[in-house]
């Protein structure tokens, strides 16, 4: 039996390595990528605290990530379509218009 | 044996990850989330979670990871230009930073009050998911089709040509 901690930590280092691509990269795409990767980092705390207290509810809750994950991605890239067929480009630093 | 499983599977997911973010070109890395997300999968097996641990494969890395590389071919990007020239020293901060919010996640995750431990092992089956599903979290369930529904009128709004 593998204790929790050790599923714990490894959900903390992957979810610190997704935060780390979203403030790195500037590519849109890989924007997304990196949150696909904090939300299982996510998914699998949800999956070890369910299966140490015995309860199913954590995993059911992972569906409902699953499927926010899917609409996410479904807008995120219909988004970035959009915004390569605007400006030409995927770097998030290009689009400023709204910044001051 | 199942620990050396663990650590198998824990570095795969590690190294795909930090592969993802070390790839220049984006395809190469929804490839290497693919991996990751196939490694998670195992993961989710050594803890009984044998249903997630499918649809992990077929809706994860099977349908969403598919729409990625999709969208990745279809607008044929060149290699990731670098940022522009006064983020650069941010990178240097970046990665410490990084590191310190992991050392802070890591204390946080030790000194949190554990729930105890119940012996009796549940394992994911799609019954018992399905049951959970249906019952209790019905309401939660239908918002869920509402909520898929919205993203799917937005997306084809958002595609459209005129935007």
Same mark, same amino acid.
């Given at each position: 039996? &593998?204790?929790?901690?050790?599923? =714990?930590?490894?959900?903390?280092?992957?979810?610190? &390595?997704?935060?780390?691509?979203?403030?790195?990269?500037?590519?849109? &795409?890989?924007?997304?990528?990196?949150?696909?990767?904090?939300?299982?980092?996510?998914?699998?705390?949800?999956?070890?605290?369910?299966?140490?207290?015995?309860?199913?509810?954590?995993?059911?809750?992972?569906?409902?990530?699953?499927?926010?994950?899917?609409?996410?991605?479904?807008?995120?890239?219909?988004?970035?379509?959009?915004?390569?067929?605007?400006?030409?480009?995927?770097?998030?630093?290009?689009?400023?218009?709204?910044?001051? | 044996?199942?620990?050396?499983?663990?650590?198998?599977?824990?570095? =795969?997911?590690?190294?795909?990850?930090?592969?993802?973010?070390?790839?220049?070109?984006?395809?190469?890395?929804?490839?290497?989330?693919?991996?990751?997300?196939?490694?998670?999968?195992?993961?989710?097996?050594?803890?009984?979670?044998?249903? =997630?641990?499918?649809?992990?494969?077929?809706?994860?890395?099977?349908?969403?990871?598919?729409?990625?590389?999709?969208?990745?071919?279809?607008?044929?990007?060149?290699?990731?230009?670098?940022?522009?020239?006064?983020?650069?020293?941010?990178?240097?901060?970046?990665?410490?930073?990084?590191?310190?919010?992991?050392?802070?996640?890591?204390?946080?995750?030790?000194?949190?009050?554990?729930?105890?431990?119940?012996?009796?092992?549940?394992?994911?089956?799609?019954?018992?998911?399905?049951?959970?599903?249906?019952?209790?979290?019905?309401?939660?369930?239908?918002?869920?089709?509402?909520?898929?529904? &919205?993203?799917?009128?937005?997306?084809?709004?958002?595609?459209?040509?005129?935007?």
């Amino acid at each position: 039996m &593998i204790p929790l901690n050790w599923y =714990l930590i490894l959900g903390a280092v992957l979810f610190v &390595i997704g935060v780390l691509g979203f403030f790195l990269k500037r590519n849109i &795409i890989a924007l997304l990528l990196s949150v696909e990767i904090m939300l299982n980092a996510v998914n699998l705390t949800f999956v070890a605290f369910s299966s140490q207290r015995g309860q199913i509810s954590g995993q059911v809750f992972v569906f409902f990530v699953l499927v926010v994950a899917a609409a996410e991605a479904a807008v995120g890239l219909a988004l970035v379509i959009a915004m390569y067929r605007n400006r030409e480009t995927l770097n998030v630093d290009r689009s400023n218009l709204l910044k001051w | 044996m199942i620990e050396i499983l663990f650590f198998f599977f824990a570095a =795969l997911a590690v190294g795909a990850a930090i592969n993802v973010l070390v790839q220049k070109h984006v395809l190469y890395s929804a490839l290497s989330l693919i991996v990751m997300l196939t490694a998670m999968s195992a993961l989710f097996i050594l803890l009984q979670a044998d249903f =997630l641990a499918v649809i992990q494969v077929i809706v994860y890395a099977g349908a969403i990871m598919v729409l990625f590389v999709f969208v990745i071919m279809l607008l044929n990007l060149p290699e990731d230009e670098d940022g522009a020239d006064r983020l650069r020293w941010l990178k240097f901060l970046g990665i410490p930073l990084g590191l310190f919010l992991l050392f802070l996640a890591v204390v946080t995750l030790w000194n949190v009050e554990r729930p105890e431990v119940v012996e009796a092992q549940i394992s994911g089956t799609p019954e018992l998911i399905g049951r959970s599903l249906f019952t209790d979290y019905l309401l939660p369930f239908e918002a869920t089709s509402l909520l898929i529904l &919205i993203a799917l009128m937005g997306a084809v709004v958002f595609a459209k040509k005129d935007l």
